[in-house]
């Protein structure tokens, strides 16, 4: 479990002037582009892992259409219409079907005892040959459009395609047994109830101190891991310094949307500031087989020639995000897999930032975390203080953790991976309902790193308590289900973490869940402080229980402090004054806390969607994280 795991597939592509030279003197003699325009596209070919069609197409210099009849005549290969000529079925079984759609090939006739395949991507197909088996090694390429090959294949495998989107995830590392509890489990359960019923009836006092005791070490322990997390975001990184010979990746952008009408259009119009090379830009817009309603919305949208659509078929019932993910990662064009959610407005150079940062990173940084912060903040008090928790959250207690080397919950979005990686990694726990966070322990257990990215990403907050608490109830819920997947062998787990993460895990994952589900108890301290008596017969005495609620005021403070140096700079400092308030906030995750201990038991993989409001589109460009590290419109690449 190591970085030896990224092996490439397939070399990257070479951009041998020669052919190049005379794919674009064909295009010239056609007439279809002047000798500025193949200039031009040759000397960005240089540093963009682009083919000569791909440049000329973004520009709008030629069609997708034109491209592939150039690419027909320089290829000599004939192109064919896969409506009217499908393929041979029994020639599929040749190469696993996540290959096929992956690298565009699709098996298609057999004639004389010679293989044709149809591709979209002849160039690449080329790179690939030494690498196939022998049998494919001397197959004729004939050529098709490329969205034509992937609907046919898309087609053709459905059903396997389907399983393994649900099932990608090796099962150790898997939440899909919680789906029913075997009979040790029910016995285990039936225990545990037992005793904590007898407990009640019996010693009472003795269990509530217990709990109270358990309440309190981790609320101190959560503190703790915040202030010296704070502690450790203060200093400043080393500045990286960028390759010499730069070559800029091809980025691919899962946006998964699930009934999403209010949204759809402002979303295309917000990743249309994007200022990566269209050539190098690959968004999938990933939808599910029966959301009628945003499928219409996105068919009457003009995309962009960089966007298109994936259609997630329907399976077993279960419809959750990384179930899509899984489907659409095959899809996918880009060496680098990114995640946006719906709601997201990201820095127009966002891109630019990543590519750069993997460019100076360690070899062993597979993963690049966004900050995430809300355009929303002035809605109402609970956007205010969600605002407030968010900043705290990745401006300070992540940076902060991610530089002590704990293992870091990802965010489900913002969040961008070496494609090779997530491959490895088996992709995303279609089960689990936070599978970002899932992710960031696997990515720490196979021995990889995560680094935090100074780029903001925009999303609306939830402002409403109903949709706040089953957002919240989702997020606690996932943090239950991932905390006992990676404990199924704790032996094991501290072999692949070490002592440091071992002890992350339990900060981040079990002590959070129990501040919440416990925080009842805890609220009797805070009503010492401000002169309201404690119960009696709690087993503590009326000073112990004095010095832990002052003990609880000054992590308070801190925390309070912490929150405050966490929104300063951000031009929000209006938002400072809510700071004291956030005690009253919280309050809202207990119950949601609750919420998710119930459906952890009854409904363990239903996913409570969050609804989003009209989003207004106005945002400002401070709003939307412009000029983060490089300068809006800066085409260094």
């Known amino acids: 479990m190591n970085e030896t795991i990224l092996r490439l597939e397939r070399p990257h592509a070479t951009h041998g002037l020669g052919k190049n030279v005379s794919l674009g003197r064909h295009l010239i003699e056609s007439g279809l582009i002047s000798p500025w325009q193949l200039f031009h596209a040759l000397e960005k070919q240089m540093g963009w892992d682009a083919n000569?069609?791909?440049?000329?197409?973004?520009k709008g210099w030629i069609t997708e259409a034109q491209a592939l009849q150039a690419l027909s005549t320089f290829y000599t290969a004939q192109i064919v219409d896969l409506f009217q000529a499908p393929p041979q079925p029994e020639l599929q079984s040749l190469m696993p079907a996540s290959f096929c759609i992956k690298y565009n090939i699709l098996p298609w006739q057999k004639v004389g005892g010679l293989l044709i395949v149809v591709t979209g991507r002849p160039d690449r197909f080329e790179e690939l040959r030494t690498t196939l088996p022998g049998n494919l090694r001397n197959a004729i390429v004939a050529?098709?459009?490329?969205?034509?090959?992937?609907?046919?294949l898309a087609t053709l495998h459905r059903q396997t395609l389907v399983e393994l989107a649900e099932a990608r995830v090796p099962a150790e590392f898997s939440c899909r047994e919680f789906g029913g509890l075997s009979s040790r489990h029910v016995w285990r359960i039936a225990i545990f109830l037992a005793a904590m019923v007898a407990a009640m009836v019996f010693v009472p006092a003795h269990l509530f101190a217990a709990l109270t005791l358990l309440a309190v070490l981790s609320m101190?322990?959560?503190s703790l891991m915040k202030l010296t997390a704070f502690v450790a975001s203060l200093g400043k990184p080393a500045p990286l310094a960028t390759p010499s010979e730069f070559v800029a990746p091809r980025i691919s952008v899962l946006v998964p949307l699930f009934r999403e009408k209010e949204i759809a259009h402002a979303l295309i119009a917000r990743l249309s500031r994007l200022t990566y090379?269209?050539?190098?830009?690959?968004?999938?817009?990933?939808?599910e087989e029966h959301d009628t309603?945003?499928?219409?919305?996105i068919a009457h949208t003009n995309l962009p020639q960089w966007m298109r659509v994936v259609v997630v078929p329907a399976g077993s019932g279960l419809t959750t995000k990384p179930r899509a993910l899984n489907y659409a990662l095959d899809f996918c064009k880009g060496d680098i897999i990114g995640i946006w959610d719906a709601e997201d407005a990201p820095a127009p150079n966002q891109l630019e930032v990543v590519a750069l940062r993997f460019a100076q990173a360690h070899p062993n940084t597979v993963c690049l975390q966004g900050i995430l912060d809300y355009y929303n903040p002035w809605s109402n008090w609970l956007s205010r203080c969600f605002t407030i928790e968010y900043a705290t959250w990745f401006r300070t207690v992540l940076p902060g953790l991610a530089r002590l080397g704990f293992a870091i919950p990802l965010g489900g979005t913002t969040l961008f991976i070496k494609r090779q990686a997530i491959e490895a990694l088996g992709g995303w726990d279609a089960h689990n309902v936070t599978e970002d966070a899932d992710l960031g322990m696997r990515i720490a257990r196979f021995g990889f790193r995560t680094e935090l990215l100074e780029t903001v990403t925009q999303e609306e907050a939830a402002?409403?308590?109903?949709?706040?608490?089953?957002?919240?109830?989702?997020?606690?819920?996932?943090?239950m289900v991932t905390y006992l997947v990676h404990m199924r062998d704790p032996v094991l787990l501290w072999r692949e973490?070490?002592?440091?993460?071992?002890?992350?895990?339990?900060?981040?994952?079990?002590?959070?869940l129990l501040q919440f589900l416990l925080a009842p108890l805890i609220w009797l301290f805070w009503g010492g402080v401000v002169g309201i008596p404690y119960p009696e017969n709690l087993l503590f005495t009326a000073r112990q229980m004095l010095t832990i609620s002052q003990i609880f005021l000054v992590f308070g403070l801190a925390n309070a402090a912490i929150a405050t140096r966490s929104i300063l700079g951000q031009k929000r400092k209006m938002l400072i004054p809510f700071v004291v308030t956030m005690p009253f906030y919280f309050p809202l995750a207990t119950l949601a806390g609750y919420k998710a201990l119930i459906e952890l038991i009854f409904r363990p993989f239903y996913w409570d969607k969050t609804a989003h409001a009209k989003t207004v589109e106005g945002i400002s460009a401070h709003h939307s994280g412009i000029g983060v590290l490089l300068e809006p419109g800066h085409e260094s690449l």
């Open 52 to 58: 000569l069609t791909e440049i000329l197409c973004s």
């Open 143 to 152: 050529l098709a459009p490329e969205d034509m090959v992937s609907e046919i």
């Open 220 to 222: 101190i322990a959560v």
């Open 277 to 287: 090379p269209k050539a190098l830009l690959d968004v999938l817009l990933v939808l």
């Open 293 to 297: 309603l945003t499928q219409e919305t």
């Open 463 to 479: 402002c409403r308590p109903f949709a706040w608490v089953k957002q919240r109830s989702r997020w606690l819920k996932g943090y």
């Open 497 to 512: 973490f070490g002592p440091l993460q071992f002890l992350g895990l339990h900060l981040v994952f079990a002590c959070t």
